[in-house]
């Protein structure tokens, strides 16, 4: 049961983080199998056969679950860790996050470029609201998040301007029924490992919707 007397939906599962020790929705959490060689994998899309393990997507927590050698206890035998994981890991976020933009613009579920935002949330069609972390501080302010939805600054320029299929991009917007869900779980894993550089601007909301 949830908080609110609600019953948990299935995908909503909790899982315990090898290094917090603390129990939490699967969502907020990334799991990893042991592969050949006794070699630990990342299985951000939770299809990998095996039994999971599951550290929390913050990098304090992944960085203490290397250093402890957490991921062995986690597994019950020695495991290798592969060099850079961390680092991999939030390479395969950031493309999993373009990826599912750029397939909700193909379905005109997003656009970018400040004016089109901007009449997206004036006419209430914005669900996630997206800002470059490299972005003019001064510009992104003029945007705002819209009510129950979601704000993310995690992206740089760069980033949202390949799910954009543009050079750089500052400002993005998607629609309801633009892989939204998808959207939100691996940017909010992404944020994690990221931090919150460029979210902290006044007005942003980054409660779950």
Known sequence: MTRGGQTK???????????TGESQPR????????????????????????????????????ELAVKKGLF??????????????IDLIETGLSRRVVDHIAMARKSGKAVAGMEKVKSWLADG??????????GSEREKSKLWTPEGGR???????????????????I??????????????????KLRGLRGTYGESIAGKDTKDA
């Open 125 to 134: 069609r914005v669900k996630i609201l997206l800002q470059a972390a490299d």
């Open 9 to 19: 939906a299935r995908d909503e599962a909790e899982r315990r983080c090898i290094a």
């Open 27 to 62: 969502s907020g959490l990334i799991r990893f199998v042991v592969g050949p060689g006794d070699m630990i994998v990342p299985d951000l899309l939770e299809k990998l056969p095996g039994r999971g393990i599951w550290v929390s997507a913050d990098r304090a927590a992944l």
């Open 72 to 85: 062995s206890r986690g597994a019950k035998k020695k495991v290798q860790v592969p060099d850079g994981m």
């Open 171 to 188: 400002h993005g917007a998607l629609a309801t029924g633009g892989l939204e869900r998808r959207v939100v779980e691996d940017a909010t």
């Open 151 to 169: 704000f993310f600054g995690c992206l740089t320029a760069d980033e949202l301007g390949l799910a954009f299929g543009r050079q750089r991009v």
